[in-house]
DNA sequence: AAGTTAATTAATCAAGTGGTTAAATAATGC
DNA sequence: GCATTATTTAACCACTTGATTAATTAACTT
């Protein structure tokens, strides 16, 4: 529904590296929370609270499969997030202001 | 130097929209923080603290000129949060799998 | 039924966020 | 020097975040 919000929360779950390092590991194929929390050093509650952030920014789905809550990786908000970033590209992108600068002079001649 | 706490900052100061919209307005140009504040309901001060947490982002650099201080763009940060979703982007990118498949039939026959 | 494994909830805590109003600082213009 | 304009700092408040340990729920295994 509300772009703002939708962007608001995906960024706002970006900003953590624990949950960035999650999604990374969802993009190889879904895992359940206990494997998702191995490689942190910190507690099983603390990574299910990250998870639950992931999923209220809808980046990640969550199933049921016995005791298991697998998790899969959502890019629509990625999506959102690269297309909100694409829309500043030409500020950085030196290759651009050269590249519309060679059309033009192409075009002038 | 730390690439990671760097993306924190970023994705953290770009969570709110009134700190995106800041941006949007600086991406037009340089802007001083009562031009900032002017098209937002909030107060100055409010306007004030966005500014500097896109400053410590490294999102924007700020000059002095008199009693002003006028504020512009700074594109580095969000060159590396393009950079960090682009490597999601096949996952939702349809076209790029379509693609693939298709460069893959005709290596084929 | 009892034990094990997976995951969440509860209670707690320190620190951070987002906003306010009122006061202070900085620089300009008369 | 004094008033004006631009901006920040201070003090405060409610709420959220990120973490902990201990307890609980859920489902499988024996």
Redesign the interface.
């Given at each position: 529904m509300n772009e703002?919000?939708q962007?608001?929360?995906a960024?706002?779950a970006?900003?953590?590296?624990a949950r960035?390092a999650i999604?990374a590991r969802l993009?190889q194929g879904e895992a359940t929370v206990n494997e998702l929390a191995e490689p942190f050093e910190m507690s099983l509650p603390a990574v299910s609270k990250h998870i639950r952030v992931l999923e209220g920014a809808n980046l990640i789905t969550r199933a049921r499969n016995a005791q298991f809550r697998p998790c899969t990786?959502n890019?629509?908000p990625?999506?959102a997030?690269?297309e909100?970033?694409?829309q500043?590209?030409h500020?950085?992108?030196v290759r651009f202001d050269t590249m519309t600068e060679i059309l033009k002079d192409l075009e002038g001649k």
């Amino acid at each position: 529904m509300n772009e703002v919000t939708q962007l608001d929360a995906a960024f706002a779950a970006l900003a953590h590296p624990a949950r960035r390092a999650i999604l990374a590991r969802l993009a190889q194929g879904e895992a359940t929370v206990n494997e998702l929390a191995e490689p942190f050093e910190m507690s099983l509650p603390a990574v299910s609270k990250h998870i639950r952030v992931l999923e209220g920014a809808n980046l990640i789905t969550r199933a049921r499969n016995a005791q298991f809550r697998p998790c899969t990786l959502n890019a629509a908000p990625l999506a959102a997030v690269a297309e909100w970033t694409e829309q500043y590209r030409h500020i950085w992108d030196v290759r651009f202001d050269t590249m519309t600068e060679i059309l033009k002079d192409l075009e002038g001649k």
